[in-house]
């Protein structure tokens, strides 16, 4: 079964500042399609980037840019110049024939000013 | 524009009681979902629906019952609630890729 593992409940960074999320996943397959959500408070799912398994390049949104490593199954996401709007709960999740989503366990991050 | 419309957006209702949640999509695509995100901000998938078909079941209690009366709409009807139902409850619809959530629905069951 495939499973999404985000190791760090916590992050939090100063305003302006890098900060990286971490997302390793466990999978057979070699076509899949993996993404980063954003919860704020609202509640709100959003999309934030996302990455097709077979391309090798990493995508990149304005600030945020994914460390995709396709061997060692790793998946994180980097945050530059970070806003105090980006606080939220940022969650992993895999994709797979069926187009089930299948998500980590989130990580709370919060932006200090 | 709405894309993904859930209504309600709060529920509370009190044990034993059936509620229903409805959802419709305006974007046109061929599968919805419904997802469960518990007290510690866990999502999982419960059922998704091609085309008015059932494609996914995940383990849900019988409970718990999709309903698609038509592409655009997949409502959720859960009998006999219990305590450990209350959650945030998510409708999402996906074309190909890209899954778009609803606002979510949170059920306070008392």
């Known amino acids: 079964a495939q499973t999404v593992t985000q190791s760090q409940p916590e992050m939090s960074v100063q305003e302006a500042e890098t900060v990286t999320l971490s997302c390793t996943y466990d999978t057979s397959e070699s076509d899949y399609y993996l993404f980063w959500y954003k919860q704020p408070p609202s509640r709100q799912m959003i999309l934030v980037i996302r990455q097709e398994a077979y391309k090798q390049q990493n995508a990149t949104e304005n600030r945020f840019s994914v460390n995709f490593q396709k061997a060692a199954k790793s998946f994180s996401l980097k945050i530059s110049d970070s806003q105090l709007g980006d606080a939220a709960m940022y969650f992993c999740a895999y994709r797979w024939g069926a187009q089930k989503l299948v998500f980590g366990q989130g990580t709370r991050l919060t932006i200090n000013p | 524009d709405t894309a993904v419309s859930q209504t309600p957006k709060y529920l509370v209702t009190q044990m034993g009681n059936d509620k229903s949640i409805k959802c419709e999509q305006n974007l046109g695509h061929d599968t919805m979902y419904w997802y469960k995100q518990d007290s510690k901000k866990f999502l999982k998938i419960m059922f998704s629906?091609?085309?008015?078909?059932?494609?996914i079941n995940e383990t849900v209690p019988n409970r718990f019952s999709p309903k698609s009366p038509d592409k655009a709409h997949l409502n959720l009807h859960i009998n006999s609630l219990e305590l450990g139902d209350s959650a945030v409850y998510f409708c999402?619809?996906?074309?190909?890729?890209?899954?778009?959530f609803g606002p979510g629905t949170r059920l306070t069951v008392t």
């Open positions: 629906y091609n085309n008015k078909e059932l494609i």
């Open positions: 999402a619809s996906s074309q190909r890729d890209e899954q778009y």
